[in-house]
């Protein structure tokens, strides 16, 4: 939970690690400039945030890994002080699954890349103060403040700062926005066509050649530390399994719908084809006697919903007027 935990664990060595390469990666982006604090502002603390990850891929292998952050304590931002404006787009399913089919049918290339330390690519240009971080004082200058330069994890306007700044990388390289999704993005060029879809920091790339694909990866390489994951296998929880000498593409989310079953307790239940009984009645119970944290189920269930699963649609209509 703590920086002072993790230097002190059994697994020091690693989180040491991960820890100054968290720092070393926010040095390097500029991510704050050290000075006095003005009178008139508050400052606000950062934690470093640690968590292992146990990634699965395609072949069902799972690999563990040690992962730090330093986070910006965001939840005691003020708004009209501290912050303003938070939206931002996300890419519509409906939008994924009209470029999947697209793909698919053209026989495009299907490519996925994401931002490393994405929310450090964000340009800050409001007035925000921040603590040195715990185990990272700097010895010159202890009494001195952080003033946020570029975004930060937690920091409530990040996402909206990284999304500006990927629109304008976007619209530089000669991409409009395709209505109505904000976040679809076309460029024609010499015959070719590229598509990129975003995600916040998870970006789909859909080309009409590998040389088309190998130019725009390139440029975002150029403009930002990228992690290049090659053809799109798995995105945002979607499950990609494409044939090309058939032309099809088929999505499914069976590790996830497994991992739901197994946080709900019903890993070893029994499958049913109708996912409501016909004229089933549902009353709402006192809340005392519930189960079930409801409102997470229903939003997890949600989630299938709208990606690959419209058959549950109704029944979670039904169980969503209860929330």
């Known amino acids: 939970m703590t920086y002072v935990q993790a230097v002190q664990w059994q697994e020091s060595a690693e989180w040491q690690i991960v820890m100054d390469e968290q720092m070393e990666a926010i040095r390097k982006n500029k991510t704050w400039r050290l000075t006095d604090l003005p009178v008139s502002r508050r400052v606000l603390k950062g934690k470093l945030v640690h968590k292992v990850k146990n990634e699965v891929d395609m072949k069902g292998k799972i690999t563990t890994r040690h992962k730090a952050r330093l986070c910006f304590m965001g939840n005691r931002q003020i708004k009209g002080l501290d912050f303003d404006e938070t939206f931002v787009p996300v890419a519509k399913f409906t939008t994924i699954r009209c470029i999947l089919v697209m793909t698919a ?9 994401d931002v490393k330390t994405s929310f450090l690519n964000g340009h800050f240009d409001g007035e925000v103060y921040m603590e040195h971080p715990d185990g990272y004082v700097d010895p010159k200058y202890p009494d001195k403040v952080c003033r946020l330069l570029q975004a930060l994890y937690g920091l409530k306007q990040a996402p909206k700062m990284l999304c500006a700044k ?3 990388f976007l619209k530089s390289r000669g991409f409009d926005n395709i209505d109505p999704d904000a976040c679809l993005y076309l460029l024609m060029d010499d015959g070719e066509i590229i598509i990129v879809l975003v995600y916040v920091d998870d970006l789909l790339l859909v080309a009409s050649s590998l040389a088309v694909i190998y130019k725009i990866t390139g440029a975002l390489h150029k403009r930002f530390e990228m992690k290049d994951l090659g053809e799109a296998k798995v995105i945002l929880g979607l499950e990609i399994r494409r044939d090309k000498a058939l032309g099809t593409l088929k999505l499914s989310q069976g590790k996830y719908a497994a991992h739901v079953l197994e946080k709900f307790g019903m890993a070893v239940c029994n499958p049913i084809g109708t996912p409501l009984e016909v004229g089933l009645q549902l009353v709402k119970v006192n809340e005392s006697n519930d189960v079930l944290p409801y409102r997470e189920a229903v ?12 058959d549950l649609a109704f029944a979670i209509e039904e169980l969503s007027r209860f929330v």
């Open 105 to 113: 049918a053209n026989g495009w290339v299907l490519h996925q890349m």
């Open 166 to 168: 990927f629109v304008d």
């Open 299 to 310: 939003g997890i269930l949600m989630f299938l919903m709208v990606a690959t699963r419209p």
